[in-house]
């Protein structure tokens, strides 16, 4: 059997790191299985459904290297979910109920008041003839619900092992508002079924859905007499480096602001990948190596924290490692070569660090000097040029000499005249960038 899973994201918003993690553990087994990666369009509701989310999910899904083999969107399978919803009804499985929300919300109250849980009491399976026809007068339309077993269901997540729950603790869930919208619960069941998805992987927020699911799922299957369930794999949900529960404001970090912040997608999936798993988190470059590595057994039940700064350091040690030749169309137009991004990147945090370095060595800067006589004495031992890589350490050395500085006492003023900063990459990488005529003059106190 060959795997299928599927990444499903409502397009009523953006990309966020919640759901990117779906996107990537789905891709990541797909991958690792040679399966198929499916990516489903949730856009039954209409009113809340915007083409530019789903422009956006799928540029985002891009520049994650998340390529999908396959893509659809619900709103185009409406006539699908109408056949099976016919199926469920002549089944007495698809019920309608003609509550108004206040009465829903009465009901519970009264519910809760009594100690009871405010499950759906089914007092549209006892409408009489005469309550019928005078909803109709009124003209209510009714919204349709799914009958429940009311039994134990049982399955065995991929990540949380074996689980059970009781569907008469559930109320039997609406598939059909009033206004004939297909909320996404039996869109989900008819299109897993018929995709034929062979592993639901999703956040545990889902987990509570799941025995509604299976239900539905199994009678789809058997009003129709073909297909068969996916098996379940629910992941942890992230949680705040102090463990709450993410934060509004991290947990909708978009990829799309993780994107212009300057985080590289690398950064992202070598992040997401391993973050709430008992594997290290380190720089991954190979998104299949990543794959190969991806394992249900691996992911753990606890809250996987995600701590922002640690997707940034491991951003920097992305870039760190990233040859030239894989940045180049980014690092060009910056006017950053190659030579000039060998020698920043070890102090790059951001791809766009590697301009401000740039800068610096381009000039001009103001030089920073402390001592006009050693900096002056510095300039009269500049090389001609052109500079090497054994340049700084000879130049180095003959002003160590000259002058009887030493160490800290001799490097940080010559790095502080040359770059007009306290700390940034080798000085050897930089020195033959910066060229002769521009640190003689920059040692001279001249802004060049
Ligand atoms: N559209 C659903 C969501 O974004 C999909 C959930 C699922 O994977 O079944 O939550």
């Not at 399966?35 to 949730?42: K, P, V």
């Not at 019920?95 to 519910?111: N, S």
Request: net charge neutral.
């Amino acid at each position: 059997m060959s795997v299928v899973v599927r990444f499903a994201p409502s397009p009523t918003g953006k990309l966020h790191v919640g759901n990117v993690r779906a996107a990537l553990w789905n891709w990541l087994f797909a991958r690792k299985t040679s399966g198929r990666f499916i990516l489903r369009i949730d856009d039954t509701d209409c009113e809340r459904s915007l083409p530019e989310n789903e422009d956006a999910i799928r540029r985002d899904l891009r520049w994650l290297k998340l390529d999908w083999d396959e893509t659809f969107n619900q709103s185009h399978r409406f006539a699908e979910y109408d056949k099976v919803a016919d199926l469920l009804r002549a089944r007495g499985l698809l019920y309608a109920a003609y509550e108004t929300q206040e009465e829903l919300e009465r009901k519970r109250r009264v519910q809760r008041a009594r100690g009871l849980p405010p499950v759906y009491d089914r007092a549209a399976l006892q409408y009489t003839e005469e309550q019928l026809a005078s909803f109709r007068k009124e003209g209510r339309k009714p919204h349709w619900r799914f009958k429940l077993s009311q039994k134990p269901v049982s399955w065995r997540d991929l990540i949380r092992g074996e689980t059970t729950m009781d569907t008469a603790h559930l109320s039997d869930p609406v598939l059909i508002r009033e206004d004939g919208m297909y909320l996404y619960t039996l869109p989900s069941c008819v299109d897993d079924i018929d995709y034929a998805v062979t592993h639901v992987i999703r956040g545990e927020d889902h987990n509570t859905n799941t025995a509604a699911q299976i239900e539905i799922m199994q009678a789809v299957i058997e009003a129709r007499g073909r297909g068969r369930l996916p098996s379940f794999a629910h992941f942890s949900l992230l949680a705040d480096a102090g463990g709450d529960k993410l934060s509004k404001r991290v947990g909708s970090l978009s990829v799309e602001a993780m994107r212009e912040d300057g985080i590289e997608p690398a950064a992202v999936a070598s992040f997401l990948a391993k973050l709430g798993t008992s594997e290290p988190i380190r720089p991954e470059r190979d998104m299949l190596k990543l794959a190969r590595e991806f394992d249900f057994d691996k992911a753990s039940r606890a809250p996987a924290r995600f701590d922002l700064a640690e997707l940034e350091a491991l951003n920097a040690k992305i870039l760190h490692e990233t040859p030239y030749a894989e940045l180049s169309s980014r690092l060009a137009p910056l006017g950053v070569d190659e030579r000039l991004w060998n020698a920043v990147r070890g102090n790059a945090a951001r791809l766009s660090d590697a301009a401000v370095w740039k800068a610096v060595v381009d000039g001009p800067i103001s030089p920073v000097i402390e001592d006009a006589a050693f900096a002056a004495k510095a300039a009269s031992l500049v090389p001609e040029g052109p500079l090497g890589p054994e340049s700084w350490s000879a130049f180095a050395a003959a002003v160590g000499r000259e002058t009887g500085a030493k160490g800290k006492g001799l490097f940080r003023p010559l790095r502080l005249a040359l770059t007009g900063a306290e700390t940034g990459p080798e000085m050897s990488a930089l020195f033959p960038l910066i060229g002769p005529d521009r640190a003689r003059a920059r040692l001279l106190g001249r802004r060049a």
